[in-house]
């Protein structure tokens, strides 16, 4: 007869709190703005953010990977460009 005892080691867990809108992530991407605290989640990130471009801006050919980032460019760019449709 034996006693099992000192098997479960617990791990003290740490209570961290997160302080949102007090400490911003380090890392951010440039293109979408996406936040990262570790640099290789951003760095994976970008390498899906900048190889990915779903959206070209009809008059000049540019290519966006985010429909909001083309609709800036057209109205800053290209003003007198009117976007007929509208896909919802
Ligand atoms: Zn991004
Ligand atoms: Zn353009």
Redesign the pocket.
Known sequence: MYLDTGVLSAQPRHNQRLRLGDRQPPYSCTRCGRQYSHQPGLIRHRKQCEGRYDIQ??????QFHRRDA?KQ??LS??PD?TENTTTA
């Not at 801006?57 to 540019?62: D, I, L, N, W």
């Open positions: 801006c009809p008059v000049c050919y540019k083309c460019h057209i760019k290209h460009y």
